[in-house]
T-cell receptor, first 113, second 114 residues
Framework: DGGITQSPKYLFRKEGQNVTLSCEQN?????MYWYRQDPGQGLRLIYY???????QKGDIAEGYSVSREKKESFPLTVTSAQKNPTAFYLCASRNPSGAYEQYFGPGTRLTVT | SQKIEQNSEALNIQEGKTATLTCNYTNYSPAYLQWYRQDPGRGPVFLLL?????KEKRKERLKVTFDTTLKQSLFHITASQPADSATYLC?????????????FGAGTQVVVTP
């Protein structure tokens, strides 16, 4: 089964702790993306990566960090510097041909108290 | 700044009727526009892409139009079914961005009642 997996589905953390969200894909896609979704709002781009060992900031990168050491993996760390980290986080990869559609994972709902 | 607007109010529609959703954009010249479906608590799923030189695109019961003069795309679900109930997101893509960064509208929720 090809696709994107994110784990865990639900994550709870105390304020002041860093937390890393996992994203793995077996679609052999080069480009990968992290989005954040808040209630009633569209998805907002946090970081994206076009290729291994390369990544760029999206629209709301402050308080987040990423790495791209392997093609299939693009973990996101939510640091304690992120002022409002509670949200639904979605990872995606992009079809390099055809409609260039993005394939999304099931998401991780992070709650920080 | 670039802005994407979709109706924030839920669209309630009776089964069998046609649902029409609107996506308006400003300060944009998208080369193409994508539509996605999102169910509660899940990631969006790609439905259709329409390019700037296409007026209309169809896929089964779905139809998308793209009017670059009005800066608008319309998304139609014909013969709607309760299983079509979901939130639908539009995402215009600027042609200058070769790596497909998407900006999404907030989405319109569709509720189809039997």
């Amino acid at each position: 089964d090809g696709g994107i997996t994110q784990s865990p589905k639900y994550l709870f953390r105390k304020e002041g702790q860093n937390v890393t969200l996992s994203c793995e894909q077996n679609l052999n896609h080069d480009a990968m993306y992290w989005y954040r979704q808040d209630p009633g709002q569209g998805l907002r781009l946090i970081y994206y990566s076009q290729i291994v060992n390369d990544f760029q900031k999206g629209d709301i990168a402050e308080g987040y960090s990423v790495s791209r050491e392997k093609k299939e993996s693009f973990p996101l760390t939510v640091t304690s510097a992120q002022k409002n980290p509670t949200a639904f986080y979605l990872c995606a990869s992009r079809n390099p041909s055809g409609a260039y559609e993005q394939y999304f994972g099931p998401g991780t709902r992070l709650t920080v108290t | 700044s670039q802005k994407i607007e979709q109706n924030s109010e839920a669209l309630n529609i009776q089964e069998g009727k046609t649902a029409t959703l609107t996506c308006n954009y400003t300060n944009y010249s998208p080369a193409y526009l994508q539509w996605y479906r999102q169910d509660p608590g899940r990631g969006p799923v790609f439905l259709l892409l329409i390019r700037e030189n296409e007026k209309e695109k169809r896929k089964e019961r779905l139809k998308v139009t793209f009017d670059t003069t009005l800066k608008q795309s319309l998304f139609h679900i014909t013969a709607s079914q309760p299983a079509d109930s979901a939130t639908y997101l539009c995402a215009p893509v600027a042609g200058t961005d070769s790596w497909g960064k998407l900006q999404f509208g907030a989405g319109t929720q569709v509720v189809v009642t039997p």
